[in-house]
C-alpha cells in the first residue's frame, strides 16, 4: 500500500510539472499585449521628428537623404531625395571638417507660394564606423527675423538723414550769423532761422523718445479715468494759434460726456498730432471739423474722435504708408511745415496701446478723415452700430 501510494504521488507530481512547463510554454510564445493609447518609444520619436516645426534633414556623406520631415519639404530642401544645392554645399565642409556651418536661403514656400528667409544650421553626427557619417540640417522661417532687422536699420539710416538736415542747416546759419556781426537785420534774419531748425530737431528727438517709449522699450503709464471733452478741448485750444496763422476754422461738435480709460497725455499728443497735420496740409480759407460719437463696434461700446480737412487728400497707394515712420506724402510741404514725419506713427501706437484703432479715409483733391477709435468706459446716450462705410482700419 505504501508503495502504491508513493507510486501515485510521483504520477501526479510528474503531470503537474508536465502542465506547469506547458502553460509556461504558451504564455511565452503568446504576443505581449501593449495599450493602444500609448506611444512607444520609438513611435514617440517619430511623432517629434515628423510634426517638428523645424525642418530636419539628415543626409549622409554620398548625399543621400537618409531621413526628412514635411516641414524640410515645404522650404525645398529635398527634391527627389536629394538635398538642396546650396546646403548640401555647407553640408560637405560640415561633414569634412567637423565644424557646425550655416547657410541662409529665400525659397518659395510649397503650401502657399509664399517667399520665406530660411536660415539652416548644419552639425555633423559620428557612427560606429570610422568612415560612418552623417549631416544634420535644421531649417527655420527666419522671415519675421529678416523683416525686422531690415525695419532696424532703415530706423537708423531714416533718423541720421532726419537728424543730419537740421544739423547741417543749423551748421551753415550759424556761419552766417558770425559773419553778420555787424547787419542786425541779417542777425535777427539768420538766428530765427537758426531758432526754427533746433526747435524742428528738439521735436523730433522729444517724437523719438515717444515713440520709443509707446513701442515697449519704457512701461506705460496706468491708464485711467479721461474725459474724451476734457482731451478734444485741451487739443483745439493747442491748434488755435496755427489755424489762425493759416486761415482755418477749426470746428468742433457739442460735448459729448463720454469717458474712456487711458492716458490723458498720450491720447492729447495723438489728437493734436491729427489736429496740426490737417492745418498743415488744408488750403487757406478753409476748415477743419473735430467730431465725436458712440458706437457698438464688436459688441462693445467705443468712442470716435474724427478729424477732418479739405486738404490735398492722399492717393490710394499712400493711405497704408503714411502711417510709417518718417513717410511724407508731401516732402517739400512737410519740410515748409516743420514736419518730422513721425506724428502718424506716433497715432498708431497710442491707439494700439488703448486696445483701439485708427482709420482713413481719403481721396485726392477731396480731403481726408482720420478717425482715433478707442474704447468707451461709458456714454451717456444711445450708441450708433457699426455701419458699412469707406474708412480702411490701418490698425486695430
Known amino acids: 500500500m505504501t508503495l502504491a501510494l508513493c507510486a501515485v504521488s510521483a504520477l501526479v507530481g510528474a503531470l503537474l510539472g508536465w502542465l506547469v512547463h506547458r502553460v509556461r510554454d504558451r504564455r511565452a510564445a503568446e504576443p505581449v499585449v501593449t495599450d493602444p493609447t500609448r506611444l512607444t518609444v520609438a513611435g514617440l520619436q517619430n511623432a517629434v521628428f515628423r510634426e517638428s516645426p523645424t525642418g530636419l534633414?539628415?543626409?549622409?556623406?554620398?548625399?543621400?537623404?537618409?531621413?526628412?520631415?514635411q516641414r524640410a519639404e515645404e522650404f525645398s530642401l529635398v527634391r527627389e531625395q536629394l538635398?538642396?544645392?546650396?546646403?548640401?554645399?555647407?553640408?560637405?565642409?560640415?561633414?569634412?571638417?567637423?565644424?557646425?556651418?550655416?547657410?541662409?536661403?529665400?525659397?518659395?514656400?510649397?503650401?502657399?507660394r509664399a517667399t520665406v528667409a530660411v536660415r539652416c544650421r548644419v552639425d555633423r553626427i559620428?557612427?560606429?564606423?570610422?568612415?560612418?557619417?552623417?549631416?544634420?540640417?535644421?531649417?527655420?522661417?527666419?522671415t519675421e527675423n529678416k523683416r525686422m532687422e531690415a525695419t532696424r536699420r532703415d530706423f537708423v539710416a531714416n533718423v541720421s538723414h532726419e537728424l543730419k538736415t537740421p544739423v547741417g542747416a543749423i551748421g551753415l546759419l550759424s556761419e552766417a550769423l558770425l559773419e553778420s556781426v555787424d547787419d542786425p537785420e541779417a542777425v535777427a534774419h539768420f538766428g530765427s532761422r537758426v531758432l526754427a531748425e533746433s526747435n524742428r530737431?528738439?521735436?523730433?528727438?522729444?517724437?523719438l523718445i515717444a515713440l520709443s517709449r509707446?513701442?515697449?522699450?519704457?512701461?506705460?503709464?496706468?491708464?485711467?479715468?479721461?474725459?474724451v471733452d476734457d482731451v478734444v478741448g485741451e487739443a483745439v485750444a493747442r491748434a488755435q494759434i496755427a489755424a489762425e496763422a493759416n486761415n482755418i476754422?477749426?470746428?468742433?461738435?457739442?460735448?459729448?460726456?463720454?469717458?474712456?480709460?487711458?492716458?490723458?497725455?498720450?491720447?492729447?499728443?495723438?489728437?493734436?498730432?491729427?489736429?496740426?497735420?490737417a492745418i498743415a496740409y488744408s488750403p487757406q480759407n478753409t476748415q477743419v471739423s473735430i467730431s465725436r460719437r458712440a458706437r457698438i463696434v464688436d459688441g462693445a461700446p467705443s468712442v470716435e474722435i474724427a478729424v477732418t480737412d479739405l486738404g490735398i487728400g492722399i492717393a490710394p497707394e499712400d493711405q497704408e504708408r503714411v502711417f510709417e515712420r518718417f513717410f511724407r506724402v508731401d516732402k517739400?510741404?512737410?519740410?515748409?511745415?516743420?514736419?518730422?514725419?513721425?506724428?502718424?506713427?506716433?497715432?498708431?501706437?497710442?491707439?494700439?496701446?488703448?486696445?483701439?484703432?485708427?482709420k482713413l479715409w481719403s481721396k485726392p483733391g477731396m480731403g481726408s478723415t482720420f478717425t482715433l477709435v478707442l474704447p468707451a468706459l461709458s456714454h451717456p446716450g444711445p450708441a450708433e452700430p457699426e455701419l458699412e462705410d469707406h474708412s480702411e482700419e490701418v490698425l486695430r
Open 57 to 69: 534633414v539628415v543626409v549622409d556623406r554620398f548625399r543621400d537623404v537618409i531621413l526628412h520631415n
Open 214 to 227: 509707446l513701442q515697449g522699450a519704457e512701461k506705460l503709464p496706468d491708464l485711467g479715468r479721461v474725459e
Open 201 to 207: 530737431m528738439g521735436n523730433m528727438v522729444n517724437e
Open 83 to 112: 538635398l538642396d544645392d546650396r546646403v548640401w554645399s555647407t553640408a560637405e565642409r560640415v561633414l569634412a571638417t567637423g565644424l557646425t556651418g550655416t547657410v541662409d536661403l529665400t525659397v518659395t514656400r510649397r503650401t502657399d
Open 249 to 277: 476754422s477749426l470746428i468742433v461738435d457739442e460735448p459729448s460726456g463720454m469717458e474712456i480709460r487711458g492716458d490723458d497725455t498720450l491720447l492729447l499728443t495723438a489728437l493734436s498730432n491729427l489736429i496740426s497735420n
Open 126 to 142: 559620428d557612427g560606429l564606423e570610422d568612415d560612418e557619417r552623417y549631416a544634420v540640417v535644421y531649417a527655420d522661417d527666419d
Open 332 to 358: 517739400a510741404r512737410s519740410r515748409m511745415t516743420g514736419g518730422t514725419g513721425l506724428g502718424l506713427a506716433i497715432v498708431k501706437h497710442v491707439a494700439a496701446n488703448h486696445g483701439g484703432a485708427i
